[in-house]
């Protein structure tokens, strides 16, 4: 079939890197022996815990109680007995609340966990109550609890769904295993969030280097005329939300504002999955699938994981390291965060584990800008990076906040392009920080 591909303005081709894991099947990890579950796994308030040491749980047992709307309560991923509830280091960088389950390798279920019956059947506020319930979040990497996404003001119009499947990030494969090996599961839960808001439109879109995922998702439609596929070029940030909106829609999304501002709600493909299986079992999300893989990794895989593996464990499985690590690097190399140990736990919003060589792990020393603009170019948020990291590196904020600084995606193209190595996305990140914590004191002094 011939298919025009679309895409955005801006953007940049790194080496995909996805060679060592697109092609192996996603594997099941072994039962880990210890769990560390966070209480924070997401965007929003963390959630309370509602276990103790010495406690049994269940698997699919809630063991954090969400806080407010904007939050997701989590689940226990084994069966056995609560060690610990304590603070542990997490993939932030800093220490967080965590559920810590020495796993008795029975797997016993929770007697809470049943089916939700048939879309068909289910009305939509009990398909969004049920992935409220189930914790889901936006897999991607985002972490956005997914029911809020679902729950729009009512004057917002919303007549668009776009599920991605771009997966544009180098190195990480598993929404394209995913798209392959379960997408039945994807148009189920799809078809779920449709009729959760009442669209009757949507689209899957998927880079153009996933010939096979497009395939495949097509034949899965087939049968469903308000799903369209949609083939998107190959370029970064294509996953980038109102990237892909534009690609998809031709719509734009405005400065500071959301998808829904343009009729829109964009989830991830792996998240459609894990709505279906809520669904279809009334699991909550208490697994996932991370890719693990780089020059340091022995045998990088496509790994299904409960929540709260250690990541070491994750590594151990890949047969370790191949060599010394240069740097660890959770979710992919562009947007990923990078780690200062591998002994914290893998999470909901773990898409990736990435370990670089000492040689990749290299920084090369900055230089003076050369006003050669090739930052400006390729910013897809049509940004003026250069100005932005200037005022920042000097400390002048509130040029920074005119330069759009809040508007930048951090997706790191400008730092990949430049010439002379400014580090311009860390400072950036450092005005976009302060500029919201400004605001935030402004208003609570109100
Ligand atoms: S300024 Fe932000 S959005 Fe623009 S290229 Fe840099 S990181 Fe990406
Ligand atoms: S790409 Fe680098 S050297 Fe070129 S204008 Fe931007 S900051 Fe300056």
Same mark, same amino acid.
């Given at each position: 079939?011939?298919?025009? &591909?679309?895409? &955005?303005?801006?953007?940049?081709?790194?080496?995909?890197?996805?060679?060592?894991?697109?092609?192996?099947?996603?594997?099941?990890?072994?039962?880990?022996?210890?769990?560390?579950?966070?209480?924070?796994? *997401?965007?929003?308030?963390?959630?309370?815990?509602?276990?103790?040491?010495?406690?049994?749980?269940?698997?699919?047992?809630?063991?954090?109680?969400?806080?407010?709307?904007?939050?997701?309560?989590? *689940?226990?991923?084994?069966?056995?007995?609560?060690?610990?509830?304590?603070?542990?280091?997490?993939?932030?960088?800093?220490?967080?609340?965590?559920?810590?389950?020495?796993?008795?390798?029975?797997?016993?279920?929770?007697?809470?966990?049943?089916?939700?019956?048939?879309?068909?059947?289910?009305?939509?506020?009990?398909?969004?109550?049920?992935?409220?319930?189930?914790?889901? =979040?936006?897999?991607?990497?985002?972490?956005?609890?997914?029911?809020?996404?679902?729950?729009?003001?009512?004057?917002?119009?919303?007549?668009?769904?776009?599920?991605?499947?771009?997966?544009?990030?180098?190195?990480?494969?598993?929404? *394209?295993? !995913? @798209?392959?090996?379960?997408?039945?599961?994807?148009?189920?839960?799809?078809?779920?969030?449709?009729?959760?808001?009442?669209?009757?439109?949507?689209?899957?879109?998927?880079?153009?280097?996933?010939?096979?995922?497009?395939?495949?998702? #097509?034949?899965?439609?087939?049968?469903?005329?308000?799903?369209?596929?949609?083939? !998107?070029?190959?370029?970064?940030?294509?996953?980038?939300?109102?990237? #892909?909106?534009?690609?998809?829609?031709?719509?734009?999304?405005?400065?500071?504002?959301?998808? @829904?501002?343009?009729?829109?709600?964009?989830?991830?493909?792996?998240?459609?999955?894990?709505?279906?299986?809520?669904?279809?079992?009334?699991?909550?999300?208490?697994?996932?699938?991370?890719?693990?893989?780089?020059?340091?990794?022995?045998?990088?895989?496509?790994?299904?994981?409960?929540?709260?593996?250690? =990541?070491?464990?994750?590594?151990?499985?890949?047969?370790?390291?191949?060599?010394?690590?240069?740097?660890?690097?959770?979710?992919?190399?562009? @947007?990923?965060?990078?780690?200062?140990?591998?002994?914290?736990?893998?999470?909901?919003?773990?898409?990736?584990?990435?370990?670089?060589?000492?040689?990749? $792990?290299?920084?090369?020393?900055?230089?003076?800008?050369?006003?050669?603009?090739?930052?400006?170019?390729?910013?897809?948020?049509?940004?003026?990076?250069?100005?932005?990291?200037?005022?920042?590196?000097?400390?002048? @904020?509130?040029?920074?906040?005119?330069?759009?600084?809040?508007?930048?995606?951090?997706?790191?193209?400008?730092?990949?392009?430049?010439?002379?190595?400014?580090? #311009? #996305?860390?400072?950036?990140?450092?005005?976009?920080?302060?500029?919201? $914590?400004?605001?935030?004191?402004?208003?609570?002094?109100?």
């Amino acid at each position: 079939m011939k298919m025009k &591909f679309v895409t &955005f303005r801006g953007g940049i081709h790194p080496p995909e890197a996805k060679e060592a894991t697109e092609h192996l099947k996603t594997e099941k990890a072994v039962e880990p022996t210890i769990v560390v579950i966070p209480m924070q796994q *997401h965007i929003g308030a963390p959630c309370e815990p509602i276990v103790q040491a010495g406690e049994i749980v269940k698997v699919g047992q809630k063991i954090g109680e969400a806080q407010g709307f904007v939050s997701a309560p989590v *689940h226990s991923s084994v069966s056995g007995i609560v060690k610990a509830v304590t603070d542990v280091p997490v993939a932030t960088g800093n220490e967080a609340l965590a559920v810590i389950i020495e796993s008795d390798g029975k797997n016993e279920i929770d007697p809470s966990i049943k089916p939700k019956g048939d879309i068909e059947k289910l009305q939509p506020k009990e398909i969004v109550d049920a992935i409220k319930e189930a914790g889901i =979040v936006g897999m991607g990497g985002a972490t956005f609890p997914t029911h809020v996404k679902l729950s729009p003001p009512p004057e917002k119009n919303i007549d668009t769904i776009i599920l991605n499947g771009a997966e544009c990030e180098p190195y990480l494969t598993t929404d *394209h295993r !995913l @798209m392959l090996e379960k997408p039945e599961e994807i148009v189920y839960g799809l078809k779920a969030m449709m009729k959760a808001v009442g669209v009757k439109k949507a689209y899957i879109g998927i880079e153009n280097n996933k010939p096979d995922a497009i395939e495949v998702m #097509l034949k899965a439609i087939e049968k469903e005329d308000e799903i369209k596929v949609v083939a !998107l070029q190959t370029k970064y940030p294509q996953g980038g939300e109102k990237q #892909l909106i534009y690609a998809v829609t031709n719509k734009e999304v405005p400065s500071g504002g959301l998808p @829904m501002e343009v009729g829109v709600i964009v989830s991830n493909v792996a998240t459609a999955a894990q709505i279906a299986l809520t669904i279809k079992t009334g699991m909550p999300l208490i697994e996932r699938v991370a890719t693990v893989t780089g020059k340091a990794i022995k045998n990088p895989k496509n790994i299904l994981f409960k929540i709260g593996t250690p =990541v070491n464990k994750l590594i151990e499985e890949c047969g370790g390291y191949a060599t010394t690590p240069g740097k660890l690097i959770l979710g992919g190399p562009m @947007m990923g965060n990078a780690q200062h140990t591998d002994e914290i736990p893998a999470v909901k919003g773990t898409s990736g584990i990435l370990v670089f060589d000492q040689e990749q $792990a290299k920084q090369p020393n900055p230089r003076n800008c050369i006003r050669c603009a090739r930052c400006v170019e390729i910013c897809p948020a049509n940004l003026q990076p250069l100005y932005i990291s200037e005022n920042s590196l000097a400390n002048r @904020m509130e040029q920074a906040e005119n330069y759009r600084a809040l508007d930048c995606i951090e997706c790191g193209s400008c730092s990949y392009v430049c010439p002379a190595r400014r580090p #311009l #996305l860390p400072s950036i990140r450092v005005a976009k920080n302060q500029i919201i $914590a400004k605001k935030r004191e402004q208003k609570n002094n109100k």
